[in-house]
């Protein structure tokens, strides 16, 4: 099921480049004192990167939950991981629907 997803391309929440923190829930750059300057990215590199941190989401949870089904977790930790899947998974569909609603304006504008 998860597999399926993976051909959209790559999501990552967190990432470290040069001295510089992105957290994805805030995308906010924190760079060092100092630091040079992060590498811009293009916008396709970026919800490639957030398309595969969501799949990793995803395949976590469901490696949680087969080890509570065999007894090897908690119900604790399959709660969080699911929970966290989830909560990535509704940000990664926020983000299309932003996306394609961005696409209809711009196709439907004057030229």
Same mark, same amino acid.
């Given at each position: ?12 929440? =967190? #990432?470290? %480049? +040069? @001295?510089?923190? $992105?957290? !994805? ?32 989401? =995803? #395949?976590? %949870? +469901? @490696?949680?939950? $087969?080890? !509570? ?25 926020a ?16 030229i």
């Amino acid at each position: 099921m998860i597999d399926a997803i993976q051909s959209i391309g790559a999501f990552s929440a =967190m #990432k470290k %480049a +040069e @001295g510089a923190e $992105l957290n !994805a829930s805030t995308a906010l750059v924190v760079p060092h004192a100092g630091a040079a300057p992060p590498q811009s990215q293009s916008f396709a590199e970026v919800l490639g990167n957030m398309t595969t941190d969501v799949i990793h989401s =995803m #395949k976590s %949870a +469901e @490696g949680v939950s $087969l080890q !509570a089904i065999r007894g090897e977790a908690n119900t604790r930790e399959v709660v969080d991981a699911v929970m966290s899947a989830e909560q990535s998974l509704q940000t990664a569909i926020a983000i299309r629907d932003k996306v394609v609603t961005a696409y209809l304006e711009i196709a439907r504008m004057q030229i």
